[in-house]
């Protein structure tokens, strides 16, 4: 079980290179050699491996790939967590007891933020948290799936408030860092000085608040350190990919807890919203780029579904005209979002199985390997394949596409980022993708093509 102590790995160097070894095989090779590469491993305390990145990447690693560099550590290393620090920050396991908190990004701004009826509210309440703390709602609970604005809120949040009340303590961390702090704090300096930290705040703000999950000891102490705070009249923020209700596998104080505020869903994008998202992508880019709105329209249409999506559509989009010396245009949007729609009305949903089967199939590989934990590359391709199309063509969550896998959903966002980071027209992987498709009898295009 995760976040309760255990022993230190035996073999701290032979461990990392298994870990390397893993990113490696599932990274674009330009992604590894930038963000990976330099890691280091530091020490171990409470469970928790210690990395050392140079600065100032360390934030950024920790943002985008601490899941898929948490997932390699516990299965390389049989350790609970992973903390990523700047060179110089934490060195020693007794520095490490005292909780930092997570730089918010500066693009994570209200201003920034795009508004539309699935989130309007959301907005709305977050904006009000933050004029207010401790007064509007406490605590706020924003939910709803990956990619739909939920850190960009509470990264707006804590920019406000250390804007405007700089007199506020104010700490924002994820559900995985808090938990890597206490279990470091069992194991140096005691948890005494990580409940003082905690209890004194004046607002604190906690992503992915269900990594929680499963893991009682933290709990626990997140239960006294949320009723302090809240006696207190201290602001409380928490975000989750699911209701509180729907987190069955935390202790039921602590959902209740949850709901003694506002609760608050993100849901995804409509059309309107989506186009104004991409004009807003567009205008960000370096040098800018040209717009055709009827272009805009089209790769709105075509890639429904969340933000991360868009943003990796606008960026193969921008990526084809730029290369290509063509303007932004209705083709250019087609081309860019090949592989990236989700199953609509009239496309056919699929089994996991079945698109298990027709990904061994069309790429040779057994289906006791593909669920196996095996790590060649082709088996590993071959699986994250079975993912990705899984998530596009099965209509399944996250959470029942890990279980049919028997891995966890941090592994499956990889496999699904991994490939649509591949998606490129004329590229092997996307013939692949067609043919897989084709296995299945689904109503397919050749990739490129106009729909049929």
Request: with cysteine; proline share 8%.
């Amino acid at each position: 079980m995760p976040a309760e102590p255990n022993a230190p790995v035996a073999d701290l160097d032979s461990a990392w290179s298994a870990i390397v070894a893993e990113l490696r095989s599932g990274l674009p090779a330009g992604t590894f050699d930038l963000w990976v590469r330099p890691l280091r491993p530091s020490h171990v305390a409470g469970g928790t491996l210690f990395v050392t990145a140079p600065r100032p990447a360390g934030a950024w690693i920790e943002r985008r790939y601490l899941p898929v560099l948490a997932a390699a550590v516990r299965r390389h290393a049989g350790l609970d967590g992973v903390m990523v620090v700047e060179a110089g920050e934490g060195a020693a396991p007794a520095e490490a007891s005292v909780p930092t908190s997570t730089p918010p990004d500066p693009a994570h701004t209200f201003e920034r933020f795009v508004i539309g009826p699935g989130n309007r509210l959301a907005h709305a309440a977050a904006l009000a948290v933050a004029e207010l703390p401790g007064e509007a709602y406490n605590p706020l609970f924003l939910y709803g799936p990956p990619g739909l604005g939920k850190t960009h809120l509470l990264g707006s949040i804590a920019n406000y408030m250390r804007r405007r009340h700089p007199h506020l303590s104010v700490h924002l961390t994820t559900a995985e860092r808090f938990t890597a702090d206490f279990v470091a704090a069992l194991r140096s300096n005691g948890p005494e000085r990580f409940k003082e930290r905690y209890r004194g705040l004046g607002a604190l703000l906690i992503d992915d608040v269900q990594a929680l999950e499963g893991k009682a000891r933290t709990e626990e102490e997140f239960v006294h350190i949320f009723n302090a705070l809240h006696a207190a009249g201290n602001q409380i923020v928490l975000s989750s990919d699911r209701p509180p209700g729907s987190l069955s596998k935390l202790a039921e104080r602590l959902r209740d807890r949850f709901d003694w505020g506002l609760t608050v869903a993100l849901e995804p994008p409509d059309l309107r919203t989506r186009v104004a998202l991409l004009a807003r992508m567009a205008a960000a880019a370096p040098g800018g780029c040209a717009l055709d709105p009827a272009a805009l329209a089209e790769l709105a249409r075509r890639v429904p579904g969340n933000v991360r999506r868009l943003e990796g559509a606008m960026t193969r989009a921008i990526a084809l005209a730029s290369l290509g010396g063509e303007p932004f245009s209705r083709r250019t949007a087609e081309r860019a979002a090949i592989g990236g729609e989700a199953p609509g009305p009239d496309r056919e949903h699929h089994s996991i199985q079945a698109v298990q089967d027709a990904v061994c199939a069309c790429l040779g590989v057994a289906r006791s390997e593909l669920l196996s934990p095996a790590r060649a590359a082709r088996v590993v391709r071959a699986r994250q394949l079975a993912m990705y199309l899984a998530r596009e063509l099965s209509g399944a969550s996250l959470a029942e596409i890990a279980r049919a896998f028997d891995r966890d959903h941090s592994t499956v966002l990889h496999a699904i980022r991994s490939v649509q980071g591949g998606l490129e027209p004329g590229a092997e992987l996307t013939r692949t993708i067609h043919r897989v498709r084709q296995t299945l009898g689904g109503h397919d295009r050749e990739p490129g093509g106009s729909p049929g």
